[in-house]
């Protein structure tokens, strides 16, 4: 194995939460609370579980409160939830949640088409949550969206990206995922803006979340794993998009990702027959062509054994 290469990844599974949020027909509570517990199951230990938003903005996520309440939780997993403001965070406190996550944008329109507010107007709604959240001793982590390119100001650049992503450090993330919101980056850009963001930040700091719109998003993972980041977030069945991002495609799908790292020997703890039984379940009942490659090919051969 490469030598810069981990040896274990954490998943972050953010398909009950940033997959579903784009679906145009609300899915039922009991089918929300039924993907989380299977993907629990299939030994994912960090869920993204909801986001406490206001509901107007996201409907899909109307019932987060609903769902931490009556989910049947796994003593090992972290069930996590977006909180935009310290209103959000008091209804996250009362839900038990394990962790908060807050996000930002490296790119103003961007940040108030998807937040109604500027990068610097976000940022000073944070240290609200961060002085709340040390009181509860809860952990929070960092979003930052469009760190490639964003769908109305076009290439970002990497200095705003790396300023934004200090400033969550010091504020108080443990970790920040740097999101490719519309899918646009390719391995040689991610190279570039990583290893920038490496010079400040320790790579167990940085966590990336990149969508397949362009069909880079494994590429772009293998990429930082060379860079010795192994945080990566996905969605089960390439579930997700992006409200405020036309044109924005599903997030790398979990058992791509799954499969991926099982051939390259890097130890995840997740069932990946599981997952893809998981995977075809969840778009049954979203009645929606499921974006992993890995779960089409598997159920094309007919095969049971999902060894590489």
């Given at each position: 194995m490469t030598p810069n290469i981990p040896e274990t990844a954490r998943i972050v599974e953010v398909g009950p939460r940033d997959g579903l949020q784009n679906e145009a027909v609300?899915?039922?509570?009991?089918?929300?609370?039924?993907?989380?517990?299977?993907?629990?199951?299939?030994g994912l230990r960090t869920i993204e579980t909801g986001s406490f938003v206001a509901p107007e903005r996201v409907p899909q996520m109307a019932d987060s409160d609903q769902v931490f309440q009556k989910l049947a939780r796994n003593p090992d997993v972290g069930y996590t939830a977006l909180t935009p403001n310290i209103k959000g965070f008091e209804r996250a406190i009362r839900a038990r949640v394990s962790e908060v996550a807050v996000f930002a944008a490296a790119s103003e329109t961007f940040s108030q088409r998807n937040t109604n507010c500027s990068i610097a107007e976000s940022i000073e709604r944070f240290e609200d949550i961060f002085n709340a959240a040390a009181k509860h001793d809860i952990p929070v982590r960092g979003y930052i969206s469009?760190?490639?390119?964003?769908?109305?100001?076009?290439?970002?650049?990497?200095d705003r990206v790396v300023r934004l992503m200090q400033r969550l450090l010091e504020l108080g993330c443990y970790q920040v995922s740097l999101g490719d919101t519309i899918g646009a980056g390719t391995p040689l850009q991610i190279k570039r803006?990583?290893?920038?963001?490496?010079?400040?930040?320790?790579?167990?700091q940085l966590a990336v979340h990149f969508h397949n719109?362009?069909?880079?998003?494994?590429?772009?993972?293998?990429?930082?794993?060379?860079?010795?980041?192994?945080?990566?977030?996905?969605?089960?069945?390439?579930?997700?998009?992006?409200?405020?991002?036309?044109?924005?495609?599903?997030?790398?799908?979990?058992?791509?990702?799954?499969?991926?790292?099982?051939?390259?020997?890097?130890?995840?703890?997740?069932?990946?027959?599981?997952?893809?039984e998981t995977s075809h379940w969840i778009c049954a009942k979203l009645q929606r062509r499921n974006q992993s490659q890995a779960a089409l090919a598997f159920r094309s051969a007919g095969r049971t054994n999902a060894t590489p």
């Open positions: 609300i899915v039922p509570l009991a089918v929300k609370i039924e993907l989380i517990e299977r993907l629990a199951d299939c469009c760190i490639i390119a964003c769908p109305y100001e076009g290439e970002i650049a990497a803006l990583l290893s920038n963001c490496l010079q400040s930040a320790d790579p167990q719109t362009y069909g880079q998003a494994l590429p772009n993972i293998l990429t930082a794993l060379e860079l010795g980041i192994s945080n990566i977030d996905s969605s089960v069945a390439g579930l997700g998009g992006c409200p405020y991002a036309p044109g924005a495609s599903g997030n790398a799908a979990t058992e791509d990702l799954v499969y991926m790292l099982d051939g390259m020997g890097i130890a995840t703890g997740v069932n990946l027959a599981k997952l893809i």
